[in-house]
């Protein structure tokens, strides 16, 4: 079982940044594919960026070159930086980690709240 705990949500103008932090528990985090997710009200989840276990990153096109994904494999923690925040970013953040060895399982996080003001 993955626990995963996130932080750094919270409320900025347009313009602005937040880095919002994920830490696991449970498992060997290396070996883990790390996800943050979005949903917006009204909207179904949408997959904002990936890290994957062998290092690669993507992002989906709304948010490229304006958030980055780092991990840090030794604190068992990823962060997504998010600069130049737009109104259209406002939504709930959710960590998500999959693990592909053996039986594929998926684990979330609680969430967290960002909101983008003008």
């Known amino acids: 079982q993955v626990q995963l705990v996130e932080s750094g949500g919270g409320s900025v103008q347009t313009g602005g940044s937040l880095r919002l932090s994920c830490v696991a528990s449970?498992?060997?985090?290396?070996?883990?594919?790390m996800n943050w997710y979005r949903q917006a009200p009204g909207k179904q989840r949408e997959l904002v960026a990936t890290?994957?276990?062998?290092?690669?990153?993507s992002y989906a096109g709304s948010v490229k070159g304006r958030f980055t994904f780092s991990r840090d494999n030794a604190a068992s923690a990823v962060y997504l930086q998010m600069d130049a925040l737009k109104s259209e970013d406002t939504a709930v953040y959710y960590c998500?980690?999959?693990?592909?060895?053996?039986?594929?399982?998926?684990?979330w996080g609680q969430g967290t709240q960002v909101t983008v003001s003008s």
């Open positions: 890290f994957s276990s062998g290092g690669i990153t």
């Open positions: 449970g498992t060997l985090f290396s070996i883990l594919d």
């Open positions: 998500n980690a999959e693990a592909h060895a053996g039986q594929y399982r998926t684990y």
